[in-house]
């Protein structure tokens, strides 16, 4: 299911994103956070090419002796495949290539789902959609909040953290875009930097304030995501549950 694009309070209304769609009428974001070389340069691209973006967290995990090495659950697996043909299918036609984070959880998340939606595009690993990659902050910032929204780990001073990935995560976004045309890019990543990226994605497009703050304060769910139209609108990408 692709729906509004609103913080999980309740049940969310349901609100399809055509791919083709003009802007939305409500108020674009205009701020200095989205006035950046690589903002302009992706949202121009992501224009051109009438491209969208979805991002997609990666199932639920069990435990192991390094994050890296962390494996999908039973529940996990289930999530991803219930994902696939929750929404998968109405984010087609999907780019050639899927961007993916190397950690396994990742690599099997996207897989599952593609499955599930019958979709076979190549899997790209991006060392950089490795939470891993802006450590010690990250993790540090991990311990002090968990699994929260991004807003709350902005307003707890680890803004500059988020962004730094947000920036690597764009850059492989927009080298991807490229190839890319009249479809949706899937990128699948991790938690709380999930958001992050999307947040750049959707500045660089010019989203809504209502847009930008749903992000901001939506806490991402195993296997679920945001989708960020061409036009800048944004929804969040769920199986369905209120």
Same mark, same amino acid.
């Given at each position: 299911?692709?729906?509004?694009?609103?913080?999980?309070? &309740?049940?969310?209304?349901?609100?399809?994103?055509?791919?083709?769609?003009?802007?939305?009428? &409500?108020?674009?974001?205009?701020?200095?956070?989205?006035?950046?070389?690589?903002?302009?340069?992706?949202?121009?691209?992501?224009?051109?090419?009438?491209?969208?973006?979805?991002?997609?967290?990666? &199932?639920?995990?069990?435990?192991?002796?390094? =994050?890296?090495?962390?494996?999908?659950?039973?529940?996990?697996?289930?999530?991803?495949?219930?994902?696939?043909?929750?929404?998968?299918?109405?984010?087609?036609?999907?780019?050639? @290539?899927?961007?993916?984070?190397?950690?396994?959880?990742?690599?099997? @998340?996207?897989?599952?789902?593609?499955?599930?939606?019958?979709?076979?595009?190549?899997?790209?690993?991006?060392?950089?959609?490795?939470?891993?990659?802006?450590?010690?902050?990250?993790?540090?910032?991990?311990?002090?909040?968990?699994?929260?929204?991004?807003?709350?780990?902005?307003?707890?001073?680890?803004?500059?953290?988020?962004?730094?990935?947000? #920036?690597?995560?764009?850059?492989?976004?927009?080298?991807?875009?490229?190839?890319?045309?009249?479809?949706?890019?899937? %990128?699948?990543?991790?938690? %709380?930097?999930?958001?992050?990226?999307?947040?750049?994605?959707?500045?660089?497009?010019?989203?809504?304030?209502?847009?930008?703050?749903?992000?901001?304060?939506?806490? @991402?769910?195993?296997?679920?995501?945001?989708?960020?139209?061409?036009?800048? =609108? #944004?929804?969040?990408?769920?199986?369905?549950?209120?």
């Amino acid at each position: 299911m692709i729906s509004a694009m609103t913080p999980r309070r &309740g049940a969310l209304a349901a609100l399809l994103a055509l791919r083709h769609a003009t802007p939305s009428s &409500g108020a674009r974001l205009q701020s200095s956070c989205a006035s950046t070389p690589l903002h302009q340069r992706l949202g121009s691209a992501l224009r051109e090419q009438r491209t969208d973006v979805a991002f997609l967290r990666h &199932g639920n995990t069990g435990k192991a002796a390094s =994050d890296m090495d962390r494996q999908l659950t039973q529940l996990g697996r289930e999530q991803a495949r219930e994902s696939g043909a929750a929404f998968g299918r109405e984010l087609q036609p999907l780019a050639p @290539t899927a961007l993916s984070s190397p950690a396994p959880r990742c690599n099997e @998340t996207l897989r599952l789902f593609l499955d599930a939606a019958g979709a076979a595009p190549e899997v790209r690993f991006v060392a950089e959609l490795y939470d891993g990659t802006i450590q010690p902050g990250g993790s540090a910032a991990f311990a002090e909040l968990g699994y929260a929204p991004l807003r709350d780990y902005h307003a707890a001073g680890h803004r500059e953290t988020f962004e730094a990935y947000a #920036v690597s995560a764009a850059e492989a976004i927009e080298a991807a875009v490229r190839e890319s045309r009249d479809d949706t890019l899937l %990128v699948c990543a991790h938690a %709380v930097y999930i958001p992050s990226a999307a947040l750049f994605v959707a500045e660089a497009l010019g989203a809504s304030r209502a847009g930008v703050d749903a992000i901001l304060d939506c806490n @991402t769910q195993e296997a679920e995501g945001y989708l960020i139209t061409h036009a800048g =609108d #944004v929804s969040l990408l769920t199986r369905g549950r209120p």
